[in-house]
């Protein structure tokens, strides 16, 4: 049954949540150019241009990276030797849609590598997806053939997709950001509220929320509400709006970074059977600047580690903890759309003790860390690029 929470989320607020604001416009990056940062200044390499809306990249043993396109649907192997890239073949059909904004944030989004991959060449990927209700998300996994100069999945499977009752037609909030803990077999997915604030504290609704997993797409047999009946048996957490930042730590221990609705950008070290309290818990406004929720802190919720001064809009998260960057190691490095810089956020045990932001430039919709430390990153542009950001 529905929660008295939804009744209450929804007369909280009387005006719809609108999609996130863009940012300012830029221009392509330098082939090469340095940065200046508290570590030293660092060399920042465009590996490759004219990717149409990147959403994330997966680094491959090979010299090579995954990048996903979320217009266009395509999934890339780029040389990063180079920055040649082919379409791999076999990825499925994504949903698209402009609503009534006139924008849609439907399409191909995360790509994430199977802890077996050298073995395995699995590759799971979270999208979009065409429903007869208007659209799912879902996640497939297939296996990388890459052989004779081109590029397919095969055996690819849907191994989740969002239960019946809450695909709707929306193009917006998705989430759609995966994490995997290998240790214990785990697959994590956000699920944005899909711009209806009341489902994320509808405890049946899988909406609103952060999924957890097996790695074939069963309920994680240590979920918190499994067999429970009110809380749905994927659900990890409950109460999140919009994350598109998702990580595990050293120790194995969750993070998200939320998107706020007017500023109220938020950090989260996620707990089993947490509540993170939207809409009841924020520091942001509504985009008509009326009052969102009660503040920071609401019974039975938890309140954020941490809430962004101003705007940075979050996508893609990866802690540091090679050697290259010896200043920054454990910290958690975030994508800023908004801002167009990576920011760094300083971690202590369960606090977050500082935060510093790298201007780049260009939106930065996702971030990964390579053995050798170099920060991988993509541009969220119609013209985005693959940039490699290093200390030499």
Same mark, same amino acid.
């Given at each position: 049954?529905?929660?008295?929470?939804?009744?209450?989320?929804?007369?909280?607020?009387?005006?719809?949540?609108?999609?996130?604001?863009?940012?300012?416009?830029?221009?392509?990056?330098?082939?090469?150019?340095?940065?200046?940062?508290?570590?030293?200044?660092?060399?920042?390499?465009?590996?490759?241009?004219?990717?149409?809306?990147p959403?994330?990249?997966?680094?491959?043993p090979?010299?090579?990276?995954?990048?996903?396109?979320?217009?266009?649907?395509?999934?890339?192997?780029?040389?990063?030797?180079?920055?040649?890239?082919?379409?791999?073949?076999?990825?499925?059909?994504i949903?698209?849609f402009?609503?009534?904004?006139?924008?849609?944030?439907?399409?191909?989004?995360?790509?994430?590598?199977?802890?077996?991959?050298?073995?395995?060449?699995?590759?799971?990927?979270?999208? @979009?997806?065409?429903?007869?209700?208007?659209a799912?998300?879902?996640?497939? $996994? %297939?296996?990388? &053939? #890459?052989?004779?100069? /081109?590029?397919?999945?095969?055996?690819?499977?849907?191994?989740?997709?969002?239960?019946?009752?809450?695909?709707?037609?929306?193009?917006?909030?998705?989430?759609?950001?995966?994490?995997?803990?290998?240790?214990?077999?785990?697959?994590?997915?956000?699920?944005?509220?899909?711009?209806?604030?009341?489902?994320?504290?509808?405890?049946?609704?899988?909406?609103?929320?952060?999924?957890?997993?097996?790695l074939?797409?069963?309920?994680?047999?240590?979920?918190?509400?499994?067999?429970e009946?009110?809380?749905?048996?994927?659900?990890?957490?409950?109460?999140?709006?919009?994350?598109?930042?998702?990580?595990?730590? @050293?120790?194995?221990?969750?993070?998200?970074?939320?998107?706020?609705?007017? $500023? %109220?950008?938020? &950090? #989260?070290?996620?707990? /089993?059977?947490?509540?993170?309290?939207?809409?009841?818990i924020?520091?942001?406004?509504?985009?008509?600047?009326?009052?969102?929720?009660?503040?920071?802190?609401?019974?039975?919720?938890?309140?954020?580690?941490h809430?962004?001064?101003?705007?940075?809009?979050?996508?893609?998260?990866?802690?540091?903890?090679?050697?290259?960057l010896?200043?920054?190691?454990?910290?958690?490095?975030?994508?800023?759309?908004?801002?167009?810089a990576?920011v760094?956020?300083?971690?202590?045990?369960?606090?977050?003790?500082?935060?510093?932001?790298?201007?780049?430039?260009?939106?930065?919709?996702?971030?990964?860390?390579?053995?050798?430390?170099?920060?991988?990153?993509?541009?969220?542009?119609?013209?985005?690029?693959?940039?490699?950001?290093?200390?030499?």
């Amino acid at each position: 049954m529905k929660t008295l929470l939804v009744t209450a989320a929804a007369a909280l607020l009387a005006v719809p949540v609108a999609a996130q604001s863009d940012s300012p416009p830029s221009q392509p990056l330098p082939e090469r150019s340095t940065v200046r940062t508290e570590a030293g200044t660092l060399q920042m390499q465009v590996i490759a241009r004219g990717l149409e809306h990147p959403w994330a990249v997966a680094l491959l043993p090979d010299r090579q990276a995954l990048v996903t396109e979320r217009n266009s649907g395509r999934l890339l192997v780029v040389n990063t030797a180079d920055g040649s890239r082919r379409a791999v073949s076999g990825v499925p059909q994504i949903f698209r849609f402009k609503g009534e904004t006139g924008r849609s944030q439907a399409g191909l989004f995360d790509v994430k590598l199977h802890p077996g991959f050298a073995q395995n060449r699995l590759v799971y990927l979270s999208l @979009s997806a065409p429903t007869e209700r208007g659209a799912t998300l879902k996640i497939v $996994r %297939g296996r990388l &053939v #890459d052989e004779r100069g /081109s590029a397919r999945l095969e055996d690819v499977t849907d191994i989740f997709s969002l239960q019946e009752d809450d695909q709707d037609s929306s193009g917006l909030h998705f989430g759609g950001r995966m994490a995997i803990h290998a240790p214990t077999n785990a697959l994590f997915l956000t699920v944005g509220d899909r711009r209806n604030i009341s489902r994320a504290q509808d405890g049946e609704d899988q909406a609103g929320s952060i999924l957890r997993m097996t790695l074939d797409g069963d309920v994680h047999p240590d979920n918190p509400h499994r067999g429970e009946g009110d809380i749905n048996d994927y659900i990890f957490a409950m109460g999140s709006r919009n994350s598109q930042a998702l990580t595990l730590d @050293s120790r194995g221990r969750l993070w998200s970074v939320e998107h706020g609705p007017q $500023r %109220g950008d938020r &950090v #989260d070290l996620v707990r /089993s059977g947490a509540n993170l309290g939207w809409p009841f818990i924020t520091g942001g406004r509504d985009y008509s600047d009326a009052p969102i929720g009660v503040g920071l802190s609401h019974p039975g919720m938890t309140s954020p580690l941490h809430v962004f001064a101003e705007t940075i809009a979050p996508s893609g998260a990866a802690f540091y903890d090679a050697a290259a960057l010896p200043a920054w190691r454990g910290n958690m490095l975030v994508g800023g759309l908004y801002n167009q810089a990576l920011v760094r956020v300083v971690v202590d045990g369960e606090r977050v003790a500082a935060v510093h932001t790298v201007p780049v430039g260009r939106r930065i919709r996702d971030v990964q860390v390579a053995p050798d430390g170099s920060i991988w990153m993509v541009t969220e542009h119609a013209d985005g690029e693959l940039v490699r950001l290093s200390a030499r």
